[in-house]
């Protein structure tokens, strides 16, 4: 299903936005705020208020600490002594903090030094940081630097009283960072006080905002956010809109990168058997299973081979000649958690196999897919990627996740995404991003829209939507999902969605009528009442794929359910934003046949 934007249907594949055929993610233009001021004038509890309001994944706090010039012995020994300046602007490695702030500009994977207070020194040990999608810099000479500043989308200045700000720090030094009375007195008297007067105070002329009075300015600081708010707003609609432009026909779908599992009887009879009410839990996972190898072996058709360096003696004696061998490592990456439900049949293939995980969730109310975190092994150079999701509707999940592990140093013609079920819109978003990328799918929605479907949002609809009624009519979302042990299996949940209207002038109001047609013609309009959004959230977050909880929803056996009962939060999220609303009654528990398997290995990078 299209979840991002009215999707021409590939007859009339006409639209040539050749602006579009790129993908930028959120965090290649992270929205950048300094906030500078006195030591203990309170920059970080500022800092930190404004994380904990605005409440974006992937907010990096990025303290200009960490860039303090590295000591020689002799300058650790005066600063131990109290005697070290480490208030001018010449402490700081000005450069490294500049290149720091740019390579997270440009999105790129950073390394951030640790810096220890107690030894006057940096650890040695290394912060990565990755797809931030704000960045705070906190520090007394973050509004400094031109260069820095003119990274920066607000500046921000706290205006604390040098007295507070001197009673701050005494207790501060002496609590958290270890240091004796008399030696902090020293240190304020003979450099902090001289330099915060003369050389950190001027930058509050560099600011946008100042806050008087520090974090005790709620009001001053409900107002930052507000703005901030709407900042990032904005660029959250021009990344949906970005992404809905990915999923336009800028060239009819070019199939020599898909491969779709021929209708074979054979594996059409495994999809009978799993539609198939009659069919057994372990019968169930068994044949899911059994689809899955089918799909990996296909995407392992793609991992390059060359001659065995050697000749092969068989137990007979006889010598083969032309003997091949594997020549690419293969490492596999989920977006968790519906690409999961591979592993099992991913680790009877390739038992070593070393898997990474990317976690991306749609926001619940506008649908713009976000990277929440990232588990990636270290890639070497030339292997092949496997990257797992159980469906791709709208692509933009799958969008992100190549994009993340392009950025990890992997080549776009060695990424191969499985995938269980997907939209012809969705592989067209994905290949328009990333052109030399290779798709292996099971079921790929109709290429030419059928009699009554008219487009893939009713095909994907109908998949999802099978036989998912009540006897009252009540429709019931159905999912086949990865549970907490790693098996397909189904939840169950009847519906209750409010219509309301679309969202006049956001880049999503297209897609929200259209959602609310959809959900119209499939029996949803009763409910509470929700704001429109929320019910694109719906369609979104399923359609995306986001929602760590959704899996394969094609095969579907509505008498397979289990109780809803679990605590991740965006499964409630999820469930809330979603107003797919869970009754006791209607969910039963589907008891387990099997006894959990062993977990999986995340590779950290
Ligand atoms: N409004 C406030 N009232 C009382 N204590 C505060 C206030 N704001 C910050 N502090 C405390 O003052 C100390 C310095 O604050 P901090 O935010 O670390 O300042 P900075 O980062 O500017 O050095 C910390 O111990 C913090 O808990
Ligand atoms: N080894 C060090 C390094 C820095 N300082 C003091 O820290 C102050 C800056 O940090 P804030 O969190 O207070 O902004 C700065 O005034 C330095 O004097 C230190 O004491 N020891």
Same mark, same amino acid.
């Given at each position: 299903?299209?979840?991002?934007?009215?999707?021409?249907?590939?007859?009339?594949?006409?639209?040539?936005?050749?602006?579009?055929?790129?993908?930028?993610?959120?965090?290649?233009?992270?929205? #950048?705020?300094?906030?500078?001021?006195?030591?203990?004038?309170?920059?970080?509890?500022?800092?930190?208020?404004? #994380?904990?309001?605005?409440?974006?994944?992937?907010?990096?706090?990025?303290?200009?600490?960490? *860039?303090?010039?590295?000591?020689?012995?002799?300058?650790?020994?005066?600063?131990?002594?109290?005697?070290?300046?480490?208030?001018?602007?010449?402490?700081?490695?000005?450069?490294?903090?500049? $290149?720091?702030?740019?390579?997270?500009?440009?999105?790129?994977?950073?390394?951030?030094?640790?810096?220890?207070?107690?030894?006057?020194? %940096?650890?040695?040990?290394?912060?990565?940081?990755?797809?931030?999608?704000?960045?705070?810099?906190?520090?007394?000479?973050?509004?400094?630097?031109?260069?820095?500043?003119?990274?920066?989308?607000?500046?921000?200045?706290?205006?604390?009283?040098?007295?507070?700000?001197?009673?701050?720090?005494?207790? %501060?030094?002496?609590?958290?960072?270890?240091?004796?009375?008399?030696?902090?007195?020293?240190?304020?008297?003979?450099?902090?006080?001289?330099?915060?007067?003369?050389?950190?105070?001027?930058?509050?002329?560099?600011?946008?905002?100042?806050?008087?009075?520090?974090?005790?300015?709620?009001?001053?600081?409900?107002?930052?956010?507000?703005?901030?708010?709407?900042?990032? &707003?904005?660029?959250? @609609?021009?990344?949906?809109?970005?992404?809905?432009?990915?999923?336009?026909?800028?060239?009819?779908?070019?199939?020599?990168?898909?491969?779709?599992?021929?209708?074979?009887? &054979?594996?059409?009879?495994?999809?009978?058997?799993?539609?198939?009410?009659?069919?057994?839990?372990?019968?169930?996972?068994?044949?899911?299973?059994?689809?899955?190898?089918?799909?990996?072996?296909?995407?392992?058709?793609?991992?390059?081979?060359?001659?065995?360096?050697?000749?092969?003696?068989?137990?007979?004696?006889?010598?083969?000649?032309?003997?091949?061998?594997?020549?690419?490592?293969?490492?596999?990456?989920?977006?968790?958690?519906?690409?999961?439900?591979?592993? %099992?049949?991913?680790?009877?293939?390739?038992?070593?196999?070393?898997?990474?995980?990317?976690?991306?969730?749609?926001?619940?109310?506008?649908?713009?897919?976000?990277?929440?975190?990232?588990?990636?092994?270290?890639?070497?150079?030339?292997?092949?990627?496997?990257? *797992?999701?159980?469906?791709?509707?709208?692509?933009?999940?799958? !969008?992100?996740?190549?994009?993340?592990?392009?950025?990890?140093?992997? @080549?776009?013609?060695?990424?191969?995404?499985?995938?269980?079920?997907?939209?012809?819109?969705?592989?067209?978003?994905?290949?328009?991003?990333?052109?030399?990328?290779?798709?292996?799918?099971?079921?790929?929605?109709?290429?030419?829209?059928?009699?009554?479907?008219? +487009?893939?949002?009713?095909?994907?609809?109908?998949?999802?939507?099978?036989?998912?009624?009540?006897?009252?009519?009540?429709?019931?979302?159905? $999912?086949?999902?990865?549970?907490?042990?790693?098996?397909?299996?189904?939840?169950?949940?009847?519906?209750?969605?409010?219509?309301?209207?679309?969202?006049?002038?956001?880049?999503?109001?297209?897609?929200?009528?259209?959602?609310?047609?959809?959900?119209?013609?499939?029996?949803?309009?009763?409910?509470?009442?929700?704001?429109?959004?929320?019910?694109?959230?719906?369609?979104?977050?399923?359609?995306?794929?986001?929602? !760590? $909880?959704?899996?394969?929803?094609?095969?579907?056996?509505? $008498?397979?359910?289990?109780?809803? +009962?679990?605590?991740?939060?965006?499964?409630?999220?999820?469930?809330?934003?979603?107003?797919?609303?869970?009754?006791?009654?209607?969910? !039963?528990?589907?008891?387990?046949? %099997?006894?959990?398997?062993?977990?999986?290995?995340?590779?950290?990078?």
């Amino acid at each position: 299903m299209s979840a991002l934007s009215p999707q021409p249907s590939s007859k009339s594949a006409t639209h040539t936005d050749l602006q579009a055929n790129k993908y930028i993610p959120p965090w290649t233009s992270p929205y #950048i705020i300094g906030v500078a001021g006195f030591s203990g004038s309170g920059k970080t509890t500022v800092a930190q208020k404004i #994380i904990e309001q605005i409440n974006e994944p992937w907010t990096v706090l990025l303290s200009m600490d960490n *860039f303090y010039k590295p000591l020689t012995p002799e300058q650790r020994e005066l600063a131990y002594q109290n005697e070290y300046d480490f208030d001018t602007p010449e402490a700081y490695d000005l450069e490294g903090f500049y $290149n720091c702030i740019i390579s997270l500009k440009e999105g790129k994977k950073t390394q951030v030094p640790v810096y220890s207070f107690a030894l006057h020194n %940096r650890t040695g040990e290394n912060i990565s940081i990755y797809g931030a999608n704000v960045i705070i810099v906190e520090g007394i000479y973050s509004l400094y630097d031109p260069k820095v500043l003119a990274l920066m989308d607000t500046k921000i200045y706290v205006d604390t009283d040098l007295d507070i700000c001197y009673c701050r720090r005494l207790l %501060r030094d002496i609590v958290e960072r270890k240091r004796d009375i008399e030696g902090i007195i020293e240190q304020w008297e003979k450099f902090v006080k001289p330099s915060s007067v003369a050389s950190v105070k001027p930058t509050m002329y560099n600011a946008d905002i100042v806050i008087p009075h520090g974090s005790d300015n709620t009001k001053a600081i409900d107002m930052i956010i507000k703005h901030i708010r709407k900042q990032l &707003q904005k660029k959250s @609609e021009e990344h949906l809109a970005h992404l809905a432009g990915l999923g336009r026909v800028v060239v009819p779908l070019k199939y020599d990168n898909i491969k779709v599992l021929p209708k074979t009887n &054979q594996l059409l009879g495994m999809k009978s058997i799993i539609l198939n009410r009659e069919t057994s839990n372990d019968d169930f996972i068994f044949y899911f299973d059994r689809i899955a190898s089918t799909l990996i072996s296909e995407a392992l058709e793609l991992v390059h081979y060359s001659p065995a360096p050697y000749d092969i003696i068989t137990p007979s004696g006889h010598r083969i000649t032309d003997g091949v061998v594997q020549a690419q490592e293969v490492v596999a990456v989920n977006i968790i958690k519906s690409g999961d439900c591979f592993m %099992r049949s991913l680790r009877k293939i390739i038992p070593e196999a070393i898997v990474g995980k990317v976690l991306i969730q749609s926001d619940s109310q506008t649908g713009e897919p976000q990277l929440h975190t990232e588990r990636l092994p270290q890639f070497s150079p030339g292997c092949k990627v496997l990257l *797992f999701d159980a469906q791709v509707i709208s692509g933009a999940a799958a !969008t992100m996740a190549v994009k993340v592990i392009l950025d990890h140093g992997v @080549e776009e013609s060695e990424i191969v995404l499985v995938v269980y079920l997907a939209s012809e819109t969705g592989l067209r978003r994905i290949l328009n991003a990333f052109p030399n990328v290779k798709i292996v799918v099971g079921n790929l929605s109709a290429v030419e829209p059928k009699e009554g479907q008219d +487009n893939d949002t009713d095909w994907w609809m109908s998949m999802r939507f099978i036989d998912a009624r009540r006897d009252d009519g009540t429709p019931i979302f159905i $999912n086949v999902e990865t549970d907490r042990y790693g098996l397909p299996t189904l939840s169950l949940r009847p519906m209750a969605v409010t219509l309301g209207k679309p969202d006049v002038g956001s880049p999503m109001a297209d897609e929200q009528s259209r959602a609310v047609a959809m959900m119209s013609k499939f029996g949803c309009g009763s409910g509470r009442d929700l704001p429109i959004s929320a019910i694109s959230g719906t369609i979104m977050r399923a359609a995306t794929v986001c929602d !760590t $909880n959704v899996a394969m929803t094609s095969t579907i056996m509505p $008498n397979r359910h289990r109780t809803v +009962n679990r605590a991740e939060p965006s499964s409630l999220a999820w469930i809330a934003s979603a107003m797919v609303l869970s009754s006791p009654e209607t969910v !039963t528990a589907f008891p387990r046949a %099997r006894p959990p398997i062993a977990s999986m290995t995340i590779v950290h990078g």
